[in-house]
């Protein structure tokens, strides 16, 4: 079992920045590859970005390539999402999700936080 728990949301401007951490508890965090996913109102949970355990891969939604940066302490059993350039369309709750295996379903959700866009 992982534990994880989301931090780091808030209210910004457009074009502002923030960085969200998802910290872990339980089972050896660094076995596990990381996920953020974004879900808005009205909206289906979309997946946003990842890393692998290793932190020697990752992989973004075309939406947030070259804005956001993933990025893992395995030392400190986080995993960072810093997002700069803003816009009010990345406004959503910010979940962070583990899974064991690339090729495995994510298994383990935070409980997500809250990142509010204004224009």
């Known amino acids: 079992q992982v534990q994880l728990v989301e931090s780091g949301g808030g209210l910004v401007q457009a074009g502002g920045s923030l960085r969200l951490s998802c910290a872990a508890s339980?089972?050896?965090?660094?076995?596990?590859?990381i996920g953020w996913f974004r879900q808005a109102p009205g909206k289906e949970r979309e997946f946003v970005a990842t890393?692998?355990?290793?932190?020697?891969?990752?992989d973004y939604a075309d939406s947030v390539k070259g804005r956001f940066t993933i990025s893992r302490d395995n030392a400190k059993n986080t995993v960072y999402l810093q997002m700069n350039s803003l816009k009010p369309e990345d406004t959503a709750v910010y979940s962070c999700?583990?899974?064991?295996?690339?090729?495995?379903?994510?298994?383990?959700w935070g409980q997500g936080t809250q990142v509010t866009v204004s224009s």
């Open positions: 999700a583990a899974r064991r295996t690339t090729l495995s379903n994510f298994a383990y």
């Open positions: 339980g089972r050896t965090f660094s076995n596990y590859h």
């Open positions: 890393i692998t355990w290793s932190g020697s891969a990752t």
